[in-house]
């Protein structure tokens, strides 16, 4: 079992961006420093609470003042970008991490960047397919490169010029290629049956309940099996929200301190996709209905706080009710008490993950 940092990020209006980018940057230098396996950053372009506009361009800031943390996206928005530009850029970052990217891949999930990018109305997830196959096609083939698919062609044809190197694309560090992940949010959700019958591997989110996140891996399973592929849950990463304290009371006292780093991130996701018509995603129960939902329930069902003990306890009964997997992801939320939060990261790799780590491995075995 591996054990990552995931960031949307996302953040509160009460910082600048300047102040934002330092702190992400701060945070995935601490992951490395403590030993995570895994770094995890996502992207969105209309949203000032949500400031990284390019993962690729993240990790590539990082990519030399890190060395053994792997760098995985989370997720490229693959309609909002050519596929030539993302497997280009995703070659040239693997060969400056030594082979560390892992490329996470996505349709999209912010209303205001569909407008942004004209794809309100577009097969989003189709159209993240077929990016996906384009950045296959570019890096197992070489110039010249006549690609055609429905929403994008990639042709390098008449100005290749092989004795000058001209024409050719970089292909990654790594062989095989990075390893394509792709995210979850929906009860039964059909990109995680894609993912699976695609072969990519699955993330499941932090703001989904146990049985929600079951029902992801028996979607991916269905996909994957319709395929002839064995869905392996070694590769599946699911996050969650995190906070590993000294004692119960600082737990309960962190979360009744009003507008807390926890309570504006679940906040901001509770309104927004309330708004979007998506609030089914937070379902505690699988019997329950959107209309008996409060932003208390939700937290209380999603985010696991408390000493070290606690925190173990809910995990081990979280692995329980959604079966073993392969990675556990901690969800950043913003650092509004510096302290507790880098606090919070030490104990989790320390005293936490593995006993953790070591229930989930027997039930892999298992």
Aim: charged share 20%; aromatic share 10%; glycine share 8%.
């Amino acid at each position: 079992m591996k054990l990552g940092l995931f960031m949307m990020p996302l953040h509160t209006q009460k910082l600048g961006y300047k102040e934002m980018y330092d702190q992400d940057v701060e945070a995935a230098l601490l992951a490395e420093r403590l030993g995570y396996d895994e770094f995890w950053i996502g992207e969105h372009v209309a949203a000032k609470v949500e400031p990284v506009s390019s993962a690729l361009q993240f990790l590539s800031a990082i990519a030399y003042q890190t060395k053994a943390i792997k760098l995985c996206t989370g997720v490229v928005n693959l309609p909002q970008h050519h596929p030539a530009r993302v497997a280009a850029d995703a070659a040239m970052l693997d060969h400056m991490c030594d082979g560390r990217l892992i490329l996470g891949i996505g349709p999209g999930g912010l209303a205001s960047d569909f407008e942004l990018f004209q794809t309100a109305d577009k097969n989003r997830q189709e159209m993240m397919a077929e990016s996906a196959d384009i950045i296959r096609a570019i890096w197992g083939g070489g110039a010249p490169y006549d690609i055609k698919g429905k929403y994008w062609t990639v042709r390098v044809v008449d100005s290749v010029q092989p004795d000058m190197g001209i024409g050719p694309m970089p292909t990654p560090f790594q062989t095989p290629f990075p390893t394509f992940y792709t995210s979850a949010m929906s009860p039964f959700s059909s990109t995680a049956k894609l993912a699976g019958q695609r072969g990519w591997n699955l993330i499941s989110a932090n703001f989904n309940a146990a049985w929600v996140v079951r029902s992801q891996w028996e979607a991916y399973q269905a996909g994957a099996e319709a395929a002839g592929l064995r869905p392996d849950p070694k590769t599946w990463r699911i996050a969650r929200s995190l906070l590993v304290t000294e004692s119960e009371d600082e737990a309960r006292s962190y979360l009744a301190e009003e507008g807390n780093a926890i309570y504006a991130y679940y906040n901001y996701l509770f309104t927004q996709l309330g708004r979007a018509g998506a609030r089914k995603i937070f379902l505690t129960e699988k019997t329950a209905t959107e209309e008996e939902l409060t932003l208390q329930a939700v937290m209380d069902a999603m985010v696991i706080a408390g000493p070290a003990g606690r925190v173990i306890d809910r995990l081990i009964d979280f692995i329980d009710q959604v079966g073993p997997f392969g990675g556990l992801l901690c969800t950043f939320h913003e650092w509004d008490r510096q302290s507790l939060w880098q606090s919070s990261m030490g104990r989790l790799i320390e005293n936490v993950f593995p006993k953790v780590r070591q229930y989930c491995n027997l039930k892999l075995v298992a």
